[in-house]
């Protein structure tokens, strides 16, 4: 079985040589150091997973991670020497899938590179211009759009990840707190109301009237993606 593909995007050579020895052993680890070779390399060879840097050379990291998230949906794993909460979450909403204080402990970025994988099902394969369609549902990464018969909806990118999670696993009820955890990478407290936000306006957009009712609510086990819904449901 083929190890999953990391990329590390990072211009400190020691920190290059420390990942690769501590990630060999289970993802096959290559790295680059600089913004623009990384952008070339994730387009051109998407990796599974990317770990990268902010304070690159010739392109920063945040415009690697905005001018990838333009055309990949690929997990981004941000290294970040900034603490300040407001700059975390901005990098989050460009597209970053979750993120690491330097200095961090090898066995967390582990674990958090496993975790990423898992929820991407990722492993072994890259997936990130494949379109994902149950039914009538097309759901676009590249355009961050979503097909329901012929009317296209665009999404938030929130939006996209929730529905992106339900449709690969149809049928599977998601807890509220599971599912906000898995999209914005942070606890469920004090997350309900943006949840609900999220969640009614991807009903507007998918559950149609008199038609199918795709994303449903089931009292209070969760949400879940009904590929087969009855009209009403």
């Not at 759901?139 to 961050?144: N, W």
């Not at 955890?181 to 999220?198: Q, R």
């Not at 149609?208 to 993606?225: A, K, N």
Request: hydrophobic share 40%; glycine share 8%.
């Amino acid at each position: 079985m083929n190890k999953p593909r990391i990329l590390v995007i990072e211009d400190n050579q020691s920190l290059d040589d420390l990942l690769v020895e501590t990630l060999q052993e289970d993802f096959a680890v290559s790295y680059v150091q600089d913004g623009a070779t990384g952008i070339s390399q994730v387009l051109a060879d998407p990796p599974d997973l990317v770990i990268l840097d902010l304070m690159l050379p010739i392109v920063s990291g945040e415009s690697v991670l905005k001018t990838v998230r333009k055309t990949s949906t690929v997990p981004i794993l941000v290294l970040t020497a900034v603490q300040d909460k407001g700059k975390v979450v901005d990098l989050l909403e460009a597209g970053a899938n979750d993120y690491l204080t330097k200095p961090f402990d090898l066995d967390e970025l582990t674990a958090r590179i496993r975790v990423q994988l898992r929820t991407a099902n990722t492993a072994g394969r890259p997936v990130s211009q494949a379109t994902l369609q149950i039914g009538d549902i097309i759901l676009d990464p590249t355009a961050y759009t979503v097909q329901v018969g012929d009317q296209s909806f665009p999404l938030a990118k929130k939006e996209y990840a929730i529905l992106k999670l339900l449709m690969g696993h149809p049928q599977q009820v998601f807890p509220k707190a599971d599912l906000y955890t898995a999209v914005w990478h942070e606890p469920y407290i004090g997350g309900e109301n943006t949840l609900a936000v999220h969640l009614s306006n991807l009903r507007k957009k998918i559950n149609q009237p008199g038609g199918p009712q795709y994303i449903q609510s089931l009292g209070g086990l969760g949400v879940r993606f009904a590929p087969h819904a009855e009209a009403g449901q």
